[in-house]
């Protein structure tokens, strides 16, 4: 999981920068707006460049800092989570337990005005289950984060192999789209959900990488070279709801030799020559359903 700014052009994603704002002004405009004010003095320090306020453990780098049980009472957000998948999960559930979600997955605080607005991509294909898991934990997180919100699934058209990359730039294009003016984009996989709710979703001064440790690789923690922001490691867990591996969706063989090419190819492979055509575009109580032809991948060289 990855998250960007939109660049000044809304041409493309960018690093996100430093931003233009007091970090002591916290989640929302206005200093009384937010529950973890007290006596009109925030609880957290001074410089430290974040756009949205933690309720909670104040972050500095990489160091929580327990508030202590007076002030976490006052906080909005659980902390760690009990994420499970066997009990039954229907989309009328998702949408009972959360009536303040608009039409397409969109949801905006009512007590106060959040510094930024976040679009929520996951690239989609026959995950029906996993998509109503996901939307059942997630939604509550980020009403609790006070996040303005909107989920976009970016669902792949036809049985060709699975491209996840080129559907977030699908995604991130169709998102523009909205007049909802998005300023950070984040990239999801339907199979992943944080185990604390504290991993604040919205954008930092660098790209941030929100799921550092799974389950399903004993929390060991992944680190890729990248210079990119991660939250504490006590917070940064994900959960992965099993499953066997799609027909179609395959791992390329050359991916890694992509990924070490990408600043020859950035320039010419990506959103300014994305070709697609949009089948669909639904907006459903929970998400907004975005179903798109990306065409045949191209063909992969012959080894040898």
């Known amino acids: 999981m990855l998250a960007g700014r939109a660049g000044g052009t809304r041409g493309g994603l960018v690093p996100a920068g430093p931003q233009h704002h007091s970090a ?9 707006a937010h529950p973890m004010a007290v006596g009109g003095q925030p609880l957290w ?17 990489a160091v929580a800092e327990d508030l202590g049980p007076e002030l976490t009472s006052r906080c909005p957000l659980l902390g ?27 949801y905006v605080p009512l007590d106060c005005q959040p510094r930024q607005k976040v679009a929520i991509l996951i ?14 934990y997630l939604h509550p997180i980020l009403r609790r984060q006070k996040v303005a919100y ?13 491209n996840r990359a080129k559907l977030l730039n699908v995604g991130f294009l169709e998102a523009l789209k909205d007049e909802d003016d998005y300023g950070c984009f984040i990239f999801s ?16 001064e660098q790209p941030r990488h929100f799921a550092i440790a799974m389950d399903k690789f004993s929390f060991r923690i992944s680190l ?15 959960r992965m709801i099993k499953h066997e591996r799609d027909r179609h969706n395959e791992p390329n063989p050359q ?19 994305l070709q697609y055509r949009l089948v669909e575009l639904t907006r459903w109580p929970m998400y907004t359903n975005v179903t798109v032809d990306i065409g045949k991948p191209p063909p992969r060289p012959a080894r040898g």
């Open 24 to 32: 002591a002004e916290g989640l929302c405009h206005g200093r009384e």
């Open 45 to 61: 320090g001074k410089g430290v460049p974040l756009t949205l306020a933690w309720p909670g453990p104040v972050v500095r780098g």
């Open 80 to 106: 760690r989570l009990l994420i499970e998948f066997t009990s039954p999960m229907s989309m009328e559930r998702v949408q009972r337990e959360n009536p303040d979600v608009r039409e397409g997955g969109k």
């Open 123 to 136: 690239p989609f294909r026959h995950r029906e289950h996993h998509l109503r898991y996901w939307l059942h």
């Open 150 to 162: 909107g989920i976009y699934v970016i669902n792949q058209y036809g049985e060709e192999t699975f």
């Open 189 to 204: 996989d339907v199979d992943l959900v944080p185990m604390d709710d504290r991993n604040l979703y919205r954008c930092y």
């Open 224 to 238: 890729n070279g990248m210079k990119v922001s991660r939250p504490d490691v006590r917070i940064g867990r994900y």
């Open 255 to 273: 991916r890694f030799t992509k990924i070490q090419n990408t600043k020859l190819t950035m320039k010419r492979d990506g959103i300014s020559s």
